[in-house]
């Protein structure tokens, strides 16, 4: 490769262009939209054609939880919003979500209406908490 | 010229140099805002920094082929994972001589397997981590160049993130890490010279259950066959924070891990030759993963894995393995 491309290609112009050009024709992962993650895994065997179809429904304190969740021919489970892990198990996959954004799974704050004192600190303690956990 | 890469462990001048580039690039308006990427919320001026953010979420949702269970992307879970990282990481270093105006400068690279050969509770304390280079651990940061200071608006701050579905964010915090709590230990020497044995590059079914030496440094599996959390894979882990999400390189260390994985893909082609498989008579699925296949980025065809075997004319490592 030349480095007279390469340094045109750097310029932060270029890959700004390149980038907005890729996020507005490129379908984002498709079949993740609403809310549910699927998986359809095929095989042939003895002549026959094997479909199976995965979608996960995933419930995390009561409430829908949007993590593109997949699960690969050998079985494993990987999730692209966790781009490092794979795990053997869906559940392993959730709670490394947990880990992995824990804003998303903090109570909500439009509770904090009716007990605003209280609420505060109870929010507060529960963060460290969480923070120790880790 | 060639630059030379080097150990940020053993070349202060170029650490110094690394933390003062990534700082002029964060603060570096692109010209580009927010909406022009589709992230939700008021409008916001892009660093170039960012950009690197973007481009790495935006590769990660491109599947290849769409809607294939293996996860494969066209980045990551396939043979372009080295290929696509080596020319992210080029135009890395591009911008940040660039913005320090030395021509010279290479990017250094982590040699993360010496620290995984320190007992386990020592890993943390590595210099790495020090005040004088990367910074340590936390929700947010508070030590060394990066540290988070909810006063200064200088200081290093996060701008855009991931969300649980994988979609970019915007935010406002500071960058997070928290050494060996989703993995207990970083790799060892002996983990690095067993994936370096191995002579396919990749192999079918071209996915993170093949026993190749793609699938083993980008770490999807151990020395025994097994899936793991293994190589680059539990590098990221390790760290946390920024690191275990698709806009992982919103932590500086991102680049000198990867900088350390493409000196053990260089090191590999010195033990197997400059090659590369599948080549082009693949099958469709593979599109983007084979040999004369453009790579994701702005160099349109002319970034290829076949391209990218041998780009000894523009860097080289002052040590391979
Ligand atoms: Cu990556």
Redesign the pocket.
Not at chain 2, 131 to 142: E, Y
């Given at each position: 490769m030349e480095t007279k491309k390469l340094e045109t290609g750097a310029a932060p112009q270029k890959l700004g262009e390149y980038l907005s050009r890729t996020r507005e024709k490129a379908p984002m992962h498709a079949g993740h939209g609403a809310g549910g993650a699927q998986s359809v895994r095929k095989d042939d065997y003895r002549g026959h054609e094997i479909e199976i179809v995965t979608t996960y429904k995933i419930l995390v304190d009561g409430k829908k939880i949007r993590a593109p969740l997949g699960v690969d021919a050998a079985g494993k489970v990987h999730c692209h919003s966790l781009?490092n892990y794979q795990t053997a198990s869906a559940v392993d996959m959730v709670r490394a979500l947990i880990d992995g954004f824990p804003e998303e799974f903090e109570p909500k704050p439009a509770r904090r209406k009716s007990r605003p004192a209280s609420r505060r600190k109870s929010r507060s303690a529960a963060k460290k908490g969480s923070k120790h956990e880790h | 010229m060639a630059v030379v890469r080097k150990k940020i462990s053993q070349n202060a001048d170029v650490r110094d140099q690394y933390i003062q580039s990534v700082q002029l690039l964060k603060k570096e308006a692109s010209g580009r805002k927010t909406n022009e990427f589709g992230i939700p919320g008021a409008a916001r001026s892009v660093s170039t920094y960012d950009l690197f953010v973007i481009w790495?979420v935006t590769?990660?949702m491109l599947e290849t082929p769409p809607g294939n269970p293996a996860g494969r992307n066209s980045?990551?879970r396939g043979p372009v994972f080295a290929p696509w990282?080596r020319v992210m990481l080029m135009l890395f270093e591009q911008n940040l001589q660039r913005v320090l105006n030395d021509a010279n400068f290479g990017l250094p690279y982590w040699d993360w397997a010496e620290d995984g050969d320190l007992p386990q509770q020592q890993q943390s304390a590595a210099a790495i981590w020090g005040a004088d280079c990367m910074g340590g651990q936390g929700n947010p940061v508070t030590t060394g160049p990066f540290a988070f200071s909810q006063s200064d608006p200088s200081a290093f701050r996060v701008r855009i993130s991931t969300n649980i579905s994988g979609e970019l964010r915007s935010v406002n915090r500071g960058l997070r890490r928290a050494f060996g709590v989703s993995a207990d230990a970083l790799p060892r020497t002996a983990h690095v010279t067993n994936a370096l044995a191995l002579s396919p590059y990749d192999s079918p079914d071209w996915d993170a259950d093949t026993n190749s030496f793609r699938n083993r440094i980008e770490g999807w599996m151990n020395d025994d066959g097994v899936s793991a959390t293994w190589l680059h894979n539990l590098v990221h882990v390790w760290v946390g924070g920024e690191m275990l999400l698709g806009s992982?390189p919103n932590d500086p260390v991102f680049f000198l891990n990867?900088c350390n994985i493409d000196r053990l893909w260089e090191s590999w082609m010195t033990r197997n030759g400059r090659v590369y498989v599948p080549d082009m008579t693949a099958d469709a699925d593979l599109k983007g993963h084979r040999i004369d296949d453009p790579i994701s980025s702005p160099l349109g065809r002319n970034a290829t894995p076949r391209e990218m075997l041998d780009v000894s004319a523009i860097y080289e490592y002052d040590a391979l393995l």
């Amino acid at each position: 490769m030349e480095t007279k491309k390469l340094e045109t290609g750097a310029a932060p112009q270029k890959l700004g262009e390149y980038l907005s050009r890729t996020r507005e024709k490129a379908p984002m992962h498709a079949g993740h939209g609403a809310g549910g993650a699927q998986s359809v895994r095929k095989d042939d065997y003895r002549g026959h054609e094997i479909e199976i179809v995965t979608t996960y429904k995933i419930l995390v304190d009561g409430k829908k939880i949007r993590a593109p969740l997949g699960v690969d021919a050998a079985g494993k489970v990987h999730c692209h919003s966790l781009p490092n892990y794979q795990t053997a198990s869906a559940v392993d996959m959730v709670r490394a979500l947990i880990d992995g954004f824990p804003e998303e799974f903090e109570p909500k704050p439009a509770r904090r209406k009716s007990r605003p004192a209280s609420r505060r600190k109870s929010r507060s303690a529960a963060k460290k908490g969480s923070k120790h956990e880790h | 010229m060639a630059v030379v890469r080097k150990k940020i462990s053993q070349n202060a001048d170029v650490r110094d140099q690394y933390i003062q580039s990534v700082q002029l690039l964060k603060k570096e308006a692109s010209g580009r805002k927010t909406n022009e990427f589709g992230i939700p919320g008021a409008a916001r001026s892009v660093s170039t920094y960012d950009l690197f953010v973007i481009w790495h979420v935006t590769a990660m949702m491109l599947e290849t082929p769409p809607g294939n269970p293996a996860g494969r992307n066209s980045a990551h879970r396939g043979p372009v994972f080295a290929p696509w990282h080596r020319v992210m990481l080029m135009l890395f270093e591009q911008n940040l001589q660039r913005v320090l105006n030395d021509a010279n400068f290479g990017l250094p690279y982590w040699d993360w397997a010496e620290d995984g050969d320190l007992p386990q509770q020592q890993q943390s304390a590595a210099a790495i981590w020090g005040a004088d280079c990367m910074g340590g651990q936390g929700n947010p940061v508070t030590t060394g160049p990066f540290a988070f200071s909810q006063s200064d608006p200088s200081a290093f701050r996060v701008r855009i993130s991931t969300n649980i579905s994988g979609e970019l964010r915007s935010v406002n915090r500071g960058l997070r890490r928290a050494f060996g709590v989703s993995a207990d230990a970083l790799p060892r020497t002996a983990h690095v010279t067993n994936a370096l044995a191995l002579s396919p590059y990749d192999s079918p079914d071209w996915d993170a259950d093949t026993n190749s030496f793609r699938n083993r440094i980008e770490g999807w599996m151990n020395d025994d066959g097994v899936s793991a959390t293994w190589l680059h894979n539990l590098v990221h882990v390790w760290v946390g924070g920024e690191m275990l999400l698709g806009s992982s390189p919103n932590d500086p260390v991102f680049f000198l891990n990867h900088c350390n994985i493409d000196r053990l893909w260089e090191s590999w082609m010195t033990r197997n030759g400059r090659v590369y498989v599948p080549d082009m008579t693949a099958d469709a699925d593979l599109k983007g993963h084979r040999i004369d296949d453009p790579i994701s980025s702005p160099l349109g065809r002319n970034a290829t894995p076949r391209e990218m075997l041998d780009v000894s004319a523009i860097y080289e490592y002052d040590a391979l393995l």
